[in-house]
């Protein structure tokens, strides 16, 4: 089914090839003004060129309900141009010198994000099927639907921020969409841009030429080249100086780069993933960093859950972590149940990377093959290193070790399978099975 697409002309001034371009792909209807088409729910809306004020135009578009998504055709933007066009939640800037089958291409292109867009609302609101996503470990609702979400838009070219407090695995989400992307085999960067000198970061990006500065003894590509044909994954993206931010967003705007020192621009095609623990709207705030820049970075957003949400996935990940410690001379096999009891009981503020170190600490200092609450760090033992342990040859597995914690909470809320669900970090559908197998009624 052809989209609905709704060009605004106010004077008349889009070229007849684009138009007859448009109208043989899409459901063109064509209007002078903007009051005759308030409250259509276009697929899409073009704003055509000479329009007197083509950012105010598109704001008034979308606030009225004309269209979900808005295209701009003019002359080549400046880079304020752009900025106003961001802004005002444009959907892209086209000039209108561009051949009519490369106008078509782009609004192609940005009908089907609006359409993925779509399908991530009604994913967040819907059942959350099983996805095998190995790299990330877990069978929580939440973490359930974090893959589910990654499935559908790793094949994107789009950009995706990860938000998440720290710890909770962006990069390990970020590494899944790479792996899982239309570009596999090229190369995946990872930069922490709080972790680079202010006066170094330009360089590191967009490289420089011999001479460009004191210390530049050679030519240098900086990593938007270096990921062409895969990915750059920006880290901590909230701690980019407003500076480097201005060139950047110019950068990923017209998708090609001019480094230190060069005159002339050079076009780059990577995939763009960028990161962080901070809120940006709350950045964009404070002035902190850019609104143009966040709408540019933000198309696509994943939420990395915290661990604190992820019910009994803290012992699946424990398990993962006890198994890549366990060494012939070592052998750590799994964990008693105070151990358990214990890992299960703390909010782990540090998230996934702390239960990492601490189940490194604890296998190095266990003194049988099962991990004991005395082995775990004291912040995390808490009481459970005063009671006393079952005998370490009557350890049972963490499979039973389940099946004891989710009966135990199914007793204690007095049979109730919706709050059992919802304290386990279980959705019903895994709960129910999970009873079935143990024997128990699951009506």
């Not at 701690?239 to 050079?266: I, N």
Request: glycine share 8%; proline share 6%; net charge neutral.
């Amino acid at each position: 089914m052809s989209a609905r697409l709704l060009v605004v002309d106010e004077h008349d001034k889009i070229a007849p090839p684009v138009l007859s371009a448009l109208q043989r792909r899409f459901k063109v209807v064509r209007v002078p003004r903007l009051e005759e088409a308030a409250g259509a729910g276009f697929d899409m809306a073009v704003i055509a060129p000479g329009a007197d004020d083509p950012s105010e135009l598109c704001r008034r578009l979308i606030e009225v309900g004309a269209a979900a998504e808005v295209m701009i055709l003019g002359n080549s933007p400046s880079l304020e141009d752009t900025i106003r066009a961001i802004r005002a939640q444009a959907f892209d800037f086209v000039p209108d010198g561009d051949e009519p089958a490369a106008v078509v291409n782009r609004l192609r292109q940005a009908l089907e994000l609006i359409e993925l867009r779509r399908e991530l609302s009604r994913l967040q609101a819907g059942p959350v099927p099983a996805t095998p996503f190995p790299e990330l470990i877990g069978e929580s609702t939440s973490l359930r639907r974090l893959k589910l979400l990654i499935e559908r838009v790793a094949r994107s070219e789009a950009t995706v921020l990860i938000t998440g407090e720290s710890g909770t695995g962006k990069e390990i989400v970020a590494r899944t969409l790479h792996a899982h992307g239309p570009h596999p085999a090229g190369p995946f960067l990872v930069t922490n841009l709080g972790a680079i000198p202010r006066q170094l970061l330009e360089s590191e990006l967009f490289g420089h030429l011999r001479g460009a500065f004191t210390g530049a003894v050679a030519d240098r590509k900086g990593l938007l080249l270096r990921a062409t044909g895969g990915t750059l994954f920006l880290d901590e993206v909230a701690d980019m100086p407003l500076e480097v931010q201005a060139k950047l967003l110019r950068a990923l705007q017209q998708r090609s780069l001019r480094a230190l020192g060069q005159r002339e621009e050079v076009p780059f095609n990577a995939r763009i993933i960028a990161a962080t623990s901070r809120d940006l709207e709350q950045e964009v705030a404070a002035g902190r960093f850019r609104q143009d820049l966040y709408f540019r970075l933000n198309v696509i957003q994943l939420v990395v859950p915290p661990l604190r949400e992820r019910g009994h996935d803290v012992l699946l990940l424990a398990q993962h972590f006890i198994q890549r410690e366990s060494t012939a001379l070592r052998p750590v096999v799994g964990l008693t149940p105070g151990a358990a009891r214990a890992l299960l009981a703390y909010r782990w503020p540090g998230n996934v990377r702390e239960l990492e170190h601490c189940i490194v600490s604890a296998a190095a200092c266990a003194r049988y093959d099962h991990i004991t609450a005395p082995d775990l760090p004291e912040r995390v033992r808490g009481q459970e290193a005063l009671a006393p342990e079952r005998d370490v040859n009557d350890l049972i597995s963490l499979r039973e070790l389940e099946r004891q914690h989710i009966l135990e909470v199914l007793r204690s809320v007095g049979g109730n399978k919706a709050l059992t669900s919802r304290r386990l970090g279980l959705d019903r559908k895994t709960l129910y099975r999970k009873l079935k197998e143990y024997g128990e009624a699951a009506g």
